[in-house]
Nanobody
Framework: QAQLVESGGGLVQAGGSLRLSCAAS???????????MGWFRQAPGKEREFVAA????????LYADSVKGRFLISRDNAMNTVYLRMTSLEPEDTAVYYC????????????????WGQGTQVTVSS
């Protein structure tokens, strides 16, 4: 089995911060440290889009242009968890945020990810 569970979402005012967590569990993720991880988001009425990704070893992060300088992706392989620290939040960041896992290489392409969580809602009020 493979399970990804996101947490940490909520309602925050513009300019505020949140830290999302994604915990991986199950037999598949006994080798969590070999998976590249990504965060994606889907706003109401829009398609799901790439936010950030991090390699299996924790380096070479990728970010969407819209979040560069404001979001920080990190991981703790000992805890089987990946994080997304979000600062200077804007109403445009309102979306359901999903984490995903890949052994096909770190990518901004959703098709490259094999496992997905159920998402956590982030709402930024103006």
């Amino acid at each position: 089995q493979a399970q990804l569970v996101e947490s940490g979402g909520g309602l925050v005012q513009a300019g505020g911060s949140l830290r999302l967590s994604c915990a991986a569990s199950g037999r598949t993720f006994s080798t969590f440290s070999t998976y590249d991880m990504g965060w994606f988001r889907q706003a109401p009425g829009k398609e799901r889009e790439f936010v950030a990704a991090i390699s299996w070893w924790g380096g070479s992060p990728l970010y969407a242009d819209s979040v560069k300088g404001r979001f920080l992706i990190s991981r703790d392989n000992a805890m089987n968890t990946v994080y997304l620290r979000m600062t200077s939040l804007e109403p445009e960041d309102t979306a359901v945020y999903y984490c995903a896992a890949s052994r096909r290489g770190m990518t901004a392409n959703q098709a490259g990810y094999e496992y997905w969580g159920q998402g956590t809602q982030v709402t930024v009020s103006s």
